[in-house]
């Protein structure tokens, strides 16, 4: 009877320590896994920072490089604002499963995650008004700008004509007058003459 006694003592004391065993186990698993999901945020939130300096970096080189190059203006394409639209999208889908983590929220930091999405929004609306402006603001021959030169040519060429037209009449009125004033056949000559370079140029610009 003393050693069943003493052998359910043992018995006890082995099962309490399995017991404390398996809940250092869970302890320990529960400390790992919180542990995981603690580096996982900090991984996002490093994704963050890093995803922010390449929205900038590709928001320069659009500006310095594709405002300036033809052919973004003929084919709207750009490597540049590609770049830029993978990297926010990535982003706020980053914030969106940080805004969803138990831990952040046990945190209290759901609210500024939500002011960071925001922001990144408005970013990202403001950087695309941007481009749409840029995009029909144009470059040499593209939008705005080569509407304009088109015009400009226009006017230069009519400015052209105008002045030829002008300088044509002067010069058949001084043969006219000459011809008045000393009836000689060389001035008519000279008129007529003249009368078909205007033609001609007039045949030419029309």
Do not use: C, W
Not at 90 to 106: M, N
Not at 129 to 154: C, P, Q
Not at 157 to 167: L, S, T
Request: a negative charge; aromatic letters at 12%; zero cysteines.
């Amino acid at each position: 009877m003393r050693n069943l006694t003493i052998r359910q003592k043992l018995l006890g004391i082995t099962a309490i320590i399995g017991v404390v065993l398996i809940l250092i186990g869970v302890m320990t698993y529960n400390a790992f896994e919180k542990v995981d999901q603690l580096h996982d945020i900090m991984f996002k939130t490093d994704e963050i920072n890093e995803n922010m300096l390449n929205l900038r970096k590709n928001e320069k080189d659009f500006l310095m490089r594709d405002v300036i190059n033809p052919e973004y203006f003929e084919t709207g394409q750009s490597k540049y604002l590609k770049a830029f639209r993978e990297v926010m999208d990535r982003t706020k889908e980053i914030i969106k499963e940080l805004k969803k983590d138990e831990y952040v929220q046990s945190f209290g930091l759901e609210e500024s995650l939500v002011l960071l999405d925001k922001n990144f929004t408005v970013y990202d609306d403001r950087f695309d008004e941007l481009v749409v402006s840029i995009t029909k603001r144009g470059f040499k021959d593209y939008g705005l700008i080569g509407e304009m030169r088109e015009a400009i040519h226009g006017v230069d060429a009519f400015y052209e004509d105008a002045v030829f037209i002008a300088e044509e009449v002067l010069l058949l009125r001084k043969h006219e007058k000459d011809y008045l004033l000393r009836s000689d056949i060389f001035y008519q000559k000279k008129f007529n003459d003249e009368v078909e370079v205007f033609k001609n140029k007039v045949n030419r610009t029309g």
